[in-house]
Each structure stands twice: as structure tokens, then as C-alpha cells.
């Protein structure tokens, strides 16, 4: 495997083993605990950061800040500031953070299927 760095991936490695970049690209992007439930939470519409705080109820709020800023670093959600007392911030999908919605959507089947039952 490959060593990925802060600039991304060897170029190398993009070169010789395009298939599998495709596959380390992508779970980079989602690497992190709660991304995939971040990501579903906004499929639908925007959030405020209180709400996606409330969604996820177990993570601290260091470890939020840290995910929202990672996913938006990597271009897959918005973050919207509006000029407001006290500021109002809004996240949302990018096309980018959309185009992996099939995937997340495919996990949740997944998980449906073959996950623990009631």
C-alpha cells in the first residue's frame, strides 16, 4: 500500500494503481467516525450545526468541528456563514459530497440487510 500524505496520495501510487486510488481516494474522504452520518443527515437538506450536533448526540464538539472541516476541506459539504447576532451557520451538500449519497445509501441497505435484527 501506499503512504498518504498531507498533499494526498504518491503520484506514483495514482499511476500504477489507478483501480485501487479510486478505492483508497474515497475512503479517505470518509475516513472518520461520523462522516457517513454526517453525510446522511444532510442528503436531504442543509443543517445547522446545532442540529447535526443533536443528530449525533455522542460526539463531542471538538470532534464535530474537526469533521465538518475535514468534509469541507475535501470539497463534499458547504459551510454557510450568515451574518447574524449571534451568526447563524448553515452545511450542506457539494456535487461532489452528493455524488457519494449512492454510496452511503448502499451502506444503509447493506446494514439493513445483513445487520443485527430486532
Request: charged share 35%.
Amino acid at each position: 500500500m501506499t503512504k498518504i500524505c498531507k498533499g494526498g496520495f504518491e503520484r506514483e501510487f495514482i499511476r500504477e494503481q489507478r483501480e485501487m486510488y479510486g478505492i483508497a481516494y474515497t475512503q479517505n474522504i470518509l475516513s472518520g467516525r461520523w462522516k457517513y452520518l454526517i453525510l446522511w443527515f444532510l442528503k436531504n437538506k442543509e443543517r445547522r450545526y446545532s442540529e447535526i450536533k443533536s443528530f449525533l448526540s455522542d460526539i463531542s464538539q471538538g470532534s464535530l468541528t474537526k469533521q465538518l472541516r475535514e468534509l469541507e476541506t475535501d470539497g463534499i459539504i458547504n459551510r454557510e456563514v450568515y451574518p447574524e447576532v449571534p451568526p447563524r451557520v448553515e452545511y450542506s451538500l457539494t456535487p461532489k459530497g452528493k455524488a457519494l449519497i449512492p454510496i452511503i445509501d448502499l451502506m444503509e441497505e447493506f446494514g439493513k440487510e445483513f445487520g443485527e435484527k430486532e
